[in-house]
């Protein structure tokens, strides 16, 4: 379960919002504007950002000020990744769910909505979480190389604006029809008895690396992953074919795949994936590139303001992110 976190200076009134102008299915700026009125008329300094530059300087330079309450991700959960990459160590980070998958909000309890996310903001909880580390960039999902990672690629390079759960039938058609499941290998730092100190090569045909049990479309390759012990789970299909693989995803969408010959749960600090055909990989389901890959666990990297119903979840880890003294807030 995910560990505490500590209140920020009570000065702290700076709230900046990075949004996502291509998030999702529609356009969402009056959303944003909606939690935007509702801060500022509690007494927040609010500044949003629309462009991908300016947020690490920003946050960076509120966090040194002591000004620095939170950084909000305002779109899917590239957006939210982006933010992650983008902020300091240390910074408290709100999701406000606007994109197609919003499984970062799902896994906090956050719901869509200004109202909702304001009440997160001004009377939340902050607790903390491990990251995920792919060729250095963070990640707070998963990471994987197979097919659903060639589904992505796809996706993205015929990607004109918004997009829907529907544009995603396209590249996965074509992909399970022409993908061909190349040989991937993996050098793995295991933490299970005594192979704990010697990397194990394993072969594998797809490869999904879990820090939060949640995944799309309702599946969950690692359903006993925990974000907060400092490792990561890695999931392994062994088998490489058309049916192969749309048989591994039945089982994982009905919970079927523990246990199975051609499946493998592992928990590791670190691996490294590589193949000697051109594979690519996905990071919280935006494109990362091709292998190779050099994967780790960031124990405690993420800050997270959870919403005040959502906090029993992380029982006396959970920190009270009240309001600052002297700012009038809604009841």
């Keep these: 379960m995910t560990s505490g976190g500590e209140l920020a200076s009570n000065g702290a009134r700076r709230i900046l919002i990075a949004a996502n102008p291509i998030s999702g299915a529609r356009p969402s700026s009056g959303t944003i504007e909606r939690l935007q009125s509702l801060l500022i008329d509690a007494g927040y300094n609010v500044v949003i950002l629309r462009e991908r530059d300016g947020l690490a300087e920003a946050a960076e330079r509120s966090l040194h000020d002591g000004e620095l309450r939170a950084v909000v991700a305002a779109g899917g959960d590239g957006t939210v990744g982006r933010v992650v990459n983008q902020t300091p160590p240390g910074v408290p980070l709100a999701v406000l769910p606007?994109?197609?998958?919003?499984?970062?909000?799902?896994?906090?309890?956050?719901?869509?909505?200004a109202d909702?996310?304001?009440?997160?903001?001004?009377?939340?909880?902050?607790?903390?979480?491990?990251?995920?580390?792919?060729?250095?960039?963070?990640?707070?999902?998963?990471?994987?190389?197979?097919?659903?990672?060639?589904?992505?690629?796809r996706l993205h390079i015929a990607r004109r604006g918004h997009i829907t759960r529907l544009s995603y039938a396209k590249p996965l058609l074509q992909t399970i029809r022409s993908y061909g499941y190349p040989e991937l290998t993996l050098s793995v730092q295991c933490t299970d008895g005594e192979s704990a100190q010697q990397p194990q090569p394993v072969s594998a045909r797809w490869v999904v690396v879990v820090n939060v049990p949640l995944y799309g479309l309702g599946l969950n390759f690692a359903p006993q992953a925990d974000p907060a012990d400092g490792q990561l789970d890695v999931c392994t299909l062994s088998r490489g074919s058309t049916w192969s693989g749309m048989w591994f995803l039945w089982r994982v969408r009905r919970g079927l795949h523990i246990g199975r010959a051609d499946c493998t749960l592992r928990q590791c600090a670190a691996l490294r994936i590589e193949s000697a055909g051109d594979v690519a990989y996905q990071v919280d389901g935006d494109p990362g590139g091709r292998l190779p890959i050099d994967i780790e666990a960031v124990p405690g990297r993420l800050k997270f303001v959870v919403p005040p119903e959502a906090a029993a979840k992380w029982g006396d880890s959970a920190v009270l992110f009240a309001a600052w003294p002297g700012v009038e807030g809604r009841p």
């Design 98 to 113: 606007m994109g197609t998958e919003n499984l970062v909000a799902r896994y906090l309890g956050q719901q869509r909505g």
């Design 116 to 153: 909702a996310v304001f009440q997160t903001l001004h009377r939340g909880h902050l607790i903390r979480m491990d990251a995920g580390s792919a060729n250095g960039r963070l990640f707070v999902l998963m990471c994987s190389a197979g097919l659903d990672a060639e589904v992505v690629h």
